[in-house]
């Protein structure tokens, strides 16, 4: 479920964005146009498709003027069947015009919107851990889906149209006003109450969509939430509290589109209701100044034909500029995303030969928006092949001090450093052939076993797999349906967390690091598996530096020396034997474990 603060976040990150100025959130739509570049030919001659079925368009009343005033008054059959095939010419160029540009325009906006959406994975990709843990992952899932069809939808269509209908509605305004001044006059005026409210309009629109638009995130943060977590809701049978919060986010949206169609119904009516309101006037002043002789019938029909063509236009203004404010929100948000600097950048060092040689020295971390150091001068040398047992009580920041060595965060004080060298100076790439990491709750991918355990190591052979997996105690995957090519379902749900757990192992043992770096991966072992993995393990730590964070005594077993970290400090450095008998905190730690453990830890 959300987390209260990450709620507060949105919440905050909604208030502040809608408050944006105009021109900033046009400015993040102005950013996008190198997407369009691609596509400028397509687009300049969608465009002028466009323009040409307009004028195609807007030719048609103006030749029947010129039928009614002409052939019909003079009862002329040969000039009505030529003017008559004219204006059939060009209502099906029309329509033909119409067909060449839907045509064009689907691929255009398609590979656009698909370009983006790549763009933005990969950003999403780059940025670091920092970034991901203060974003909901439905805010990001809805600005990678809906937000980028919004853009796309007004890109594609939106932007044309508005583009036409000003055309067209200038053209036609100029036609009338030319055609017969007066009753021009009348038309033009009745833009006046349509440009106000549109600017009223527009307003609150802005507000509206952004709210919509970050509570459709807040409602994808939940289902997404909700089914990765479905075996704790299942197992506190809390269902039907998580469907009452999954249920306020749905009525939520659904309240807030509805303000937001009873906004947008208003402003179409009155549209479509202003068109209508001066065409009504104008036929009236029109009769009138027939009767009157100072304008023909010919000009009379014309006139209102062409006032027709206004209607369409000013209602479907209505939806654009909705369009518009949407794709300018959208566009924002997603920029929101791509403006995000990664912070973790790769330095430009490779090391040839890595030996492993690892040494924290004063290192201090802070996460983001904390105020205080969660490590603090952090004093450690690994020397190549040794092993490091991390101990500490819950909370002392073990985790946190593991993730720091593969550059999931950066140290905010001191520096880490393989082989002499300050791993920021490293290309991540090196950093992170050198480092292989094993976390306590293992993330497996919705691929095939193989698939999962080649992530750090793609080009590994089957001999190599079967001696990680021999490592692992995980050689099980042999029996699995297909083997190794057995697809394993989201997150691994289908295998128990201690298979998991092992397969995590392999695939960290498989890229032969110089650095392995293990997050209590052995918790969730029974006794014996743990012991056998254990055994294989040594093997492995051999030949590699090893930090290893442990809770039970067996597990501090594996590691040449012991590091205890308290309240964010390494106080104490030694064998495991020293520190049981010179440190009563150590032995506190310890007498935590299993009996077993600790008769096996003292004989
Ligand atoms: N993303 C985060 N943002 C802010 N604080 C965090 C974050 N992750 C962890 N912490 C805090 O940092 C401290 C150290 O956490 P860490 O997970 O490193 O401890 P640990 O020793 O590994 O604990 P455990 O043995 O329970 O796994 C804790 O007080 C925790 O609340």
């Not at 195609?56 to 009862?75: K, N, Q, T, Y």
């Not at 119904?265 to 209508?276: A, C, D, E, H, I």
């Not at 939806?319 to 924002?332: C, D, F, S, Y």
Request: charged residues 20%; hydrophobic residues 45%; contains cysteine.
């Amino acid at each position: 479920m959300p987390s209260d603060t990450s709620a507060v976040a949105a919440q905050q990150d909604s208030e502040t964005s809608s408050h944006q100025p105009r021109f900033h959130r046009l400015h993040a739509l102005w950013r996008l146009r190198s997407y369009l570049r691609p596509y400028v030919g397509r687009l300049i001659f969608m465009l002028f498709a466009a323009l040409a079925g307009v004028g195609a368009s807007l030719a048609i009343p103006l030749v029947i003027r010129e039928i009614i005033d002409g052939p019909i008054a003079h009862r002329d059959s040969k000039g009505l069947v030529l003017l008559g095939l004219l204006a059939i010419f060009l209502g099906v160029t029309e329509a033909f015009l119409i067909l060449v540009r839907r045509w064009i325009q689907s691929r255009a906006v398609l590979g656009l919107e698909t370009k983006i959406r790549d763009d933005l994975y990969e950003h999403l990709q780059r940025l670091p851990m920092a970034f991901h843990g203060g974003w909901q992952s439905g805010q990001l899932l809805s600005r990678a889906t809906t937000d980028l069809s919004v853009i796309r939808r007004f890109l594609g269509f939106g932007l044309l149209f508005l583009i036409t209908n000003v055309v067209q509605l200038t053209t036609v305004t100029v036609l009338l006003l030319r055609m017969y001044w007066p009753l021009g006059l009348v038309v033009a005026a009745s833009a006046v109450p349509i440009i106000m409210l549109s600017l009223r309009f527009e307003k609150r629109y802005i507000r509206i969509s952004r709210q919509v638009q970050d509570e459709q995130g807040d409602l994808a943060t939940v289902i997404e939430e909700s089914a990765v977590g479905i075996r704790a809701i299942k197992s506190f049978g809390r269902r039907h509290y998580i469907f009452d919060i999954f249920d306020e986010g749905a009525r939520q949206v659904y309240a807030t589109s509805m303000e937001k169609v009873r906004l947008s119904s208003r402003f179409w009516t009155f549209l479509g209701f202003v068109p209508n309101v001066t065409l009504a006037i104008v036929l009236l002043l029109g009769a009138v100044a027939v009767g009157w002789g100072s304008l023909t019938l010919g000009t009379l029909v014309a006139f209102t034909t062409l006032m027709l063509q206004l209607v369409w236009p000013i209602a479907s203004l209505g939806h654009i500029l909705a369009m518009a404010q949407e794709a300018m929100t959208a566009a924002e948000r997603v920029m929101e995303v791509l403006d995000t600097k990664p912070t973790i950048t790769s330095g430009s060092l490779e090391l040839a030969n890595p030996k492993g040689h690892l040494r924290f020295e004063g290192v201090s971390f802070r996460f983001p928006d904390d105020d205080t150091d969660v490590l603090r001068d952090v004093w450690l040398d690994v020397r190549p092949g040794e092993t490091v047992a991390i101990v500490g009580a819950t909370g002392s920041g073990k985790t946190t001090l593991t993730a720091l060595v593969p550059r999931l965060f950066d140290v905010t004080g001191g520096r880490i450093t393989i082989d002499g060298h300050d791993i920021r100076d490293l290309t991540l790439p090196c950093l992170r052939s050198i480092v292989a990491t094993a976390f306590e709750e293992p993330t497996l991918f919705s691929m095939s076993v193989r698939e999962n355990l080649t992530l750090g190591r793609p080009d590994a052979t089957d001999e190599e797999i079967r001696e990680a997996l021999e490592v692992a105690q995980a050689t099980f995957v042999y029996d699995l349906p297909w083997g190794l090519d057995t697809r394993i379902g989201e997150q691994g749900m289908a295998l128990s967390g201690g298979q998991r757990q092992r397969l995590a192992l392999a695939r960290a043992v498989l890229t032969k690091p110089k650095i392995l770096v293990l997050d209590d991966t052995l918790s969730a072992l029974d006794v014996e598996t743990e012991a056998l993995v254990e055994q294989a393990l040594r093997h492995v730590l051999e030949s590699a530096t090893g930090i290893v964070v442990a809770h039970r005594a067996s597990t501090v077993l594996l590691a040449d020396k012991v590091a205890l970290l308290q309240n964010g400090t390494i106080t104490h450095v030694g064998t495991h034997h020293e520190l049981l008998e010179k440190v009563p905190q150590y032995r506190e730690l310890l007498a935590q474990d299993a009996d077993l453990d600790a008769e096996e830890v003292l004989s």
